[in-house]
């Protein structure tokens, strides 16, 4: 069985710093990707940045990029000079290629304060 | 990009009603779609996975005869909440995998139907 975990459920930083999300999965696949989803209070799920196992170099797309560790089953994210608009909830998602598809982390809430 | 389209955004109705969600991929083929089910400030929760032209897999616990899922076209999911009730009043949000794309690309997520019943 595939876990994601989420330990921070609210977040807080101001605009244009930097914040760093964690998440921690578990899975007995050696297959597999990893994605940050945001959700706005539109409830509409955007599709942050993505990350396949088999490769060592972190996925960057703007102002977010992740910290993949492997042996560790890490996967943050970290959003630079954070907007007001990055203000939603964030969902780490697992996908594995057996089971195909998402399991996703409890989310971590994030408020941009000016 | 890819746009899936869910229909209707939002319905109230009396309990006992049953109720058809519409899940459609507007600019690909969806081969695979799936069903979550969201409550307020929680996760994702995976209902069941639609596959076109065969049954839907259901989750460990979701009851098929309650939520009834058609996929019988590579372009629309059908999720049918029969004989509705109040506690099956939630977020329901449909995603779809592009069949003309590696398994692992990112599923394209719907807008949500926010269903409420009194």
């Known amino acids: 069985a595939q876990t994601v975990t989420q330990s921070q459920p609210e977040m807080s930083v101001q605009e244009a710093e930097t914040v760093t999300l964690s998440c921690t999965y578990d899975?007995?696949?050696?297959?597999?990707?990893l994605f940050w989803y945001k959700q706005p209070p539109s409830r509409q799920m955007i599709l942050v940045i993505r990350q396949e196992a088999y490769k060592q170099q972190n996925a960057t797309e703007n102002r977010f990029s992740v910290n993949f560790q492997k042996a560790a089953k890490s996967f943050s994210l970290k959003i630079s000079d954070s907007q007001l608009g990055d203000a939603a909830m964030y969902f780490c998602?697992?996908?594995?290629?057996?089971?195909?598809?998402?399991?996703f982390g409890t989310g971590t809430r994030l408020q941009v304060t000016l | 990009g890819a746009v899936v389209s869910q229909h209707p955004s939002r319905v109230i109705c009396k309990s006992g009603t049953s109720v058809k969600i519409e899940c459609r991929s507007l600019?690909?083929?969806?081969?695979?779609m799936f069903w979550y089910r969201q409550f307020p400030k929680q996760s994702l929760m995976l209902m069941a996975t639609?596959?076109?032209?065969?049954?839907?897999?259901?989750e460990q616990g979701v009851e098929k005869d309650k939520f009834l899922i058609n996929h019988a076209s590579l372009t629309l999911s059908t999720l049918t909440v029969t004989s509705a009730h109040p506690e099956d009043s939630s977020f329901y949000i449909c995603?779809?995998?592009?069949?003309?794309?590696?398994?692992?690309?990112?599923?394209?997520f719907g807008d949500g139907t926010r269903l409420s019943i009194l």
């Open positions: 600019d690909f083929q969806a081969t695979t």
């Open positions: 639609s596959n076109e032209g065969s049954k839907a897999t259901y």
């Open positions: 998602a697992l996908h594995t290629g057996t089971a195909s598809k998402l399991t």
């Open positions: 995603s779809a995998r592009d069949a003309g794309v590696a398994v692992a690309q990112p599923q394209h």
């Open positions: 899975t007995s696949e050696s297959d597999y990707y």
